[in-house]
């Protein structure tokens, strides 16, 4: 069974910084990763979905990169703002169209 | 832009009620999905449809049906509403395999 791992579950940073969040996953046989931002009590909203077959997406200043062999993603930040505090999930999909989420990371960015 | 409503943004519901949560979208998706978030249980799945009157089971659909007669609406149906069903409840939508668009959130109180 699909196992996606968030660790740390909190960060905390000044403005400014890049970051780099983790996400790990347990069975490589998947279809594609997608990262979401979810602020508190609201839906969630996709950032970046990559294929098993890319190595890496971007968005302004968001990059995720997939290494599936080794079953890690990476969600970089560049110059984090306050407005990028939210609790950031990744998750992925096997066969068929369901997705195994993490618990995700809850990023604060101190002014 | 894809979008996903969920009939209440909060409901409160007594304990033995049956509770109708509806979920519609405007891109003529095949999927839709139901899943629950609890504090650190994540995100799980509880049905999924891949068509019009078709269904699957996710992870934990006891206490739970789903009805979807038109393909822009999915609903979630509490048989006979108990407390540990109280939870926020998000909805997704997307086609076969690719990124998933979340609703804003239905959170249920049950007293």
């Known amino acids: 069974k699909q196992e996606v791992t968030q660790i740390p579950a909190a960060l905390s940073v000044p403005e400014g910084e890049n970051l780099v969040l983790n996400c790990s996953f347990t069975?490589?046989?998947?279809?594609?990763l997608q990262w979401f931002r979810q602020d508190p009590g609201k839906g969630l909203t996709s950032l970046l979905l990559?294929?098993?077959?890319?190595r890496e997406q971007t968005s302004g200043r968001l990059n995720a990169s997939l290494d599936k062999s080794s079953g890690r993603s990476t969600l970089y930040i560049a110059a984090s703002q306050p407005g990028d505090s939210a609790t950031y999930l990744c998750?992925?999909?096997?066969?068929?169209?369901?997705?195994?989420f993490g618990k995700g990371i809850t990023l604060s960015v101190r002014p | 832009d894809v979008k996903v409503t969920q009939s209440s943004r909060y409901l409160v519901k007594r304990t033995g009620e049956k509770v109708f949560l509806e979920c519609v979208q405007d891109?003529?998706?095949?999927?839709m999905f139901w899943y629950r978030q609890d504090p650190g249980l994540g995100l799980r799945l509880i049905y999924f449809?891949?068509?019009?009157?078709?269904?699957e089971k996710g992870d934990i659909p006891e206490g739970y049906s789903v009805s979807r007669e038109k393909k822009e609406r999915f609903s979630l149906i509490l048989e006979s509403a108990s407390t540990n069903q109280t939870s926020m409840y998000l909805c997704?939508?997307?086609?076969?395999?690719?990124?998933?668009?979340f609703g804003p959130g239905t959170r249920l109180t049950v007293t």
């Open positions: 069975d490589s046989a998947i279809y594609n």
């Open positions: 998750a992925v999909m096997g066969s068929g169209s369901k997705l195994t």
């Open positions: 891109m003529d998706h095949e999927n």
């Open positions: 997704a939508s997307s086609p076969p395999r690719f990124e998933q668009y």
């Open positions: 990559i294929q098993s077959s890319q």
């Open positions: 449809s891949y068509d019009v009157k078709m269904k």
